[in-house]
Nanobody, 115 residues
Framework: QVQLVESGGSMVQAGESLRLSCAAS????????MGWYRQPPGKQRELVAT???????DYADSVKGRFTISKDTAKKTIFLQMSSLRPEDTAVYYC?????????WGQGIQVFVSA
């Protein structure tokens, strides 16, 4: 069982930056595909970014060039650096770990971006 704990959510103004962190138990960060998802109000959960054990990254088109996913394997933590935030980035952000058929989710953290 992998435990994921997000932190760093806040209320910010449009154009500002914010960094989310996700602390993972066990070897999740080094052996799993880690990612960030988000669920805007009234909408379905959507993929934001992923990072593989080897460090390859992928992003949703809506955040390319503004968000950066990274990880610190020694600290068992992944990050989501969000810049040039927009009101449409307002959502509950979830940390995710995938290893073979196992999928784990964090509890989610709120990010609110005001215009």
């Amino acid at each position: 069982q992998v435990q994921l704990v997000e932190s760093g959510g806040s209320m910010v103004q449009a154009g500002e930056s914010l960094r989310l962190s996700c602390a993972a138990s066990g070897n999740a960060v080094s052996s799993s595909i880690m990612g960030w998802y988000r669920q805007p109000p009234g909408k379905q959960r959507e993929l934001v970014a992923t990072i593989t054990p080897g460090g390859s990254t992928d992003y949703a088109d809506s955040v390319k060039g503004r968000f950066t996913i990274s990880k610190d394997t020694a600290k068992k933590t992944i990050f989501l650096q969000m810049s040039s935030l927009r009101p449409e980035d307002t959502a509950v952000y979830y940390c995710n770990a995938r290893y073979l058929i196992e999928v784990y989710w964090g509890q989610g953290i709120q990010v609110f971006v005001s215009a």
